[in-house]
């Protein structure tokens, strides 16, 4: 025991993010309750992000202290925004965190494309060098887990796949910032490319999953068509929607 009061750990949690494309205060309450009931389970008190990237709204015609408390008063919980320069000072003022960009698997933004070069004289030439010799491609990093998933538990894969050789029980939930691949049942949650990559996928023996998501884009439960539950799939992001395939 040490006479500290209180100790600093890291931990991972879920939070839904909000993806804001414009404000107008009647249609967002609107939207929002309809979504809230689709997905009570999901939403009810859940923490929430809020991104500004595809936001088209002008900074002034935006209610900030507004659109918290509408989303307090329906129950979830705002913690933070990711935000372009543009919104940041108006983000400060309402008092929640102003959150990193969405990061690729490694934990580094993604990158942008190259910039042109500019026109600039041509290089001397010089004396052809020898080819280098090839590089090895290294393995992509996995974390196994050999046992049950049990209901309340939940498993993050950093940086790495995630492999279960058994079930992931009604309750508990699976993370990776690269793919899932489940030996078993899958009842709980799964939630593979949470640092944004589009191209994590989702494969498990048997489809009972109360969610599923890749990359911040989810489905839940009563939207699986009825032929794929109890059967062994493959789930991967095609645009800004899941796609669920057989195996």
């Known amino acids: 025991m040490t006479n500290c009061c209180?100790?600093?750990?890291?931990?991972?949690?879920?939070?839904?993010?909000?993806?804001?494309?414009?404000?107008s205060e009647e249609a967002f309450v609107a939207e929002l309750k309809q979504k809230i009931e689709q997905a009570p389970q999901l939403l009810q008190q859940?923490?929430?992000?809020?991104?500004?990237?595809?936001c088209v709204d002008a900074v002034d015609d935006i209610d900030f202290p507004g659109l918290i408390q509408q989303c307090r008063n329906l129950g979830l919980q705002p913690i933070g925004f990711r935000s372009s320069p543009t919104f940041n000072r108006a983000i400060q003022d309402t008092g929640l965190a102003l959150l990193p960009p969405a990061s690729?698997?490694?934990?580094?933004?993604?990158?942008?494309?190259?910039?042109?070069?500019?026109?600039?004289?041509?290089?001397?030439?010089?004396?052809?060098?020898?080819?280098a010799t090839a590089q090895k491609p290294q393995a992509v990093p996995s974390k196994l887990v050999t046992q049950p998933v049990r209901s309340g538990q939940q498993i993050y894969a950093r940086d790495a796949d995630l492999i279960v050789m058994?079930?992931?029980?009604?309750?508990?939930?699976v993370l990776a910032d690269g793919n899932i691949h489940i030996?078993?049942?899958?009842r709980g949650r799964a939630l593979a490319g949470v640092k944004g990559d589009e191209a994590a996928r989702i494969f498990c023996h048997s489809m009972e999953a109360e969610l599923l998501s890749i990359a911040g884009n989810f489905l839940l439960s009563e939207d699986f068509q009825e032929q794929f539950l109890k059967q062994p799939v493959q789930v991967y992001l095609k645009g800004e929607g899941l796609c669920i395939d057989p195996l």
């Open 166 to 173: 058994s079930q992931v029980s009604e309750g508990a939930e």
């Open 6 to 23: 209180f100790q600093l750990k890291g931990s991972v949690f879920t939070a839904v993010v909000l993806e804001l494309h414009h404000y």
């Open 46 to 54: 859940s923490p929430i992000v809020f991104t500004m990237d595809k």
């Open 183 to 186: 030996y078993g049942g899958l």
């Open 104 to 131: 690729g698997r490694n934990g580094s933004q993604l990158p942008s494309a190259p910039e042109p070069p500019a026109n600039r004289p041509a290089p001397a030439a010089r004396a052809p060098e020898q080819p």
